[in-house]
């Protein structure tokens, strides 16, 4: 956060709504285009290889961001379910 979003603060929720688990980060820093995720995928590669793990796990993640409006990242952790 404070080497991307240019602030010192950040915000931390872990949610546990119906049958998974959701983890909020959001922070009041810079914040970013998220249009140009696509395309400048070389200076964001971080995001979308995070976003590509997780959906190899079965997790999905969501970006909401705007520059001068900080960023909000929402996790959403599927845990695999017992088998009979």
Sequence with gaps: VVKHADTREA????EKPD??????IRDGGKGFDTKE???QSLRLGGL???RHRLNLMGCSLQIESQ???GTQV????FPKRAKP
């Excluded at 929402?74 to 952790?77: M, P, Q, V």
Aim: proline share 4%; glycine share 4%; no cysteine.
């Design 74 to 77: 929402i996790i959403d952790i």
């Design 19 to 24: 049958d998974h688990i959701r983890l909020t």
């Design 11 to 14: 915000f931390i929720i872990l």
């Design 48 to 50: 979308l290889n995070i």
């Design 67 to 69: 520059p001068g409006d």
């Design 37 to 39: 995720i696509n395309a």
